[in-house]
């Protein structure tokens, strides 16, 4: 027990300095521009804007849902996969091309296509005590809420109904080491997620996932 508590209160105060960082650069980045970021999402929507649509990269999953995610955890993201520090190649490919202009735009357009969906203050079913008891041990509602949907930092992302397959992908990405085409470099997470078996992180990305949520896939006009 000690030494859980040891790692939350590290984790704790590596996420206090990360949360300021965040608002730092969010100062700073650009307005984003609604109408510009539905033009520029041309790129995205041969993924994205395909419901169910699955990558087979490392694994096959589905990619995520990012239509109502927050505009700042987007920026963050595609950030992350342009500096490698979230490794994935066609992504990688996708955001080296992108100006923070861009990026914003993007952003600004992907969160506003949700459809003004609104969820509870808590999740929309309880977990099994199993499951409960590893999501205590993650402390995931610290950040993420207690609904999973309104995380304490808009730079972090909402993960209430995001597919199953897409969470436990991406946990399992904090783990891998010194591979040099698949991982996250995210100390607090990869901390985190070290803590559990494959089998666990995969019972609270299914949990996750099964709530009612804020995030969805827009069908694009070509694909519908």
Not at 87 to 112: E, I, N, W
Not at 148 to 175: H, T
Request: contains cysteine; glycine residues 8%.
């Amino acid at each position: 027990m000690n030494i859980i508590r040891s790692t939350s209160v590290s984790s704790l105060v590596a996420g206090a300095t990360l949360l300021f960082a965040a608002m730092g650069a969010c100062a700073q980045a650009p307005a984003g521009d609604v109408k510009a970021g539905e033009s520029k999402a041309a790129m995205c929507i041969g993924c994205h804007g395909i419901v169910g649509y699955q990558n087979s990269f490392p694994e096959i999953h589905r990619v995520p849902k990012i239509s109502g995610q927050s505009a700042p955890y987007i920026v963050a993201a595609l950030n992350a996969y342009k500096k490698s520090e979230r490794k994935h190649p066609t992504m990688r490919g996708v955001a080296a091309s992108l100006s923070d202009q861009d990026m914003a735009d993007l952003a600004a357009f992907y969160s506003s296509n949700s459809g003004n969906v609104t969820v509870a203050d808590k999740p929309s079913k309880e977990p099994s005590v199993a499951v409960k008891a590893l999501l205590d041990k993650a402390a995931c509602a610290s950040c993420h809420g207690e609904n999973f949907s309104k995380p304490i930092d808009p730079s972090y992302p909402k993960i209430a109904g995001q597919y199953a397959d897409y969470l436990y992908v991406a946990l399992k990405a904090y783990n891998v080491k010194d591979n040099p085409h698949v991982g996250r470099g995210n100390p607090i997470m990869g901390g985190i997620t070290g803590q559990f078996k494959l089998s666990e992180l995969k019972q609270m990305a299914n949990y996750i996932a099964s709530l009612d949520g804020e995030l969805k896939t827009v069908p694009q006009t070509k694909f519908r």
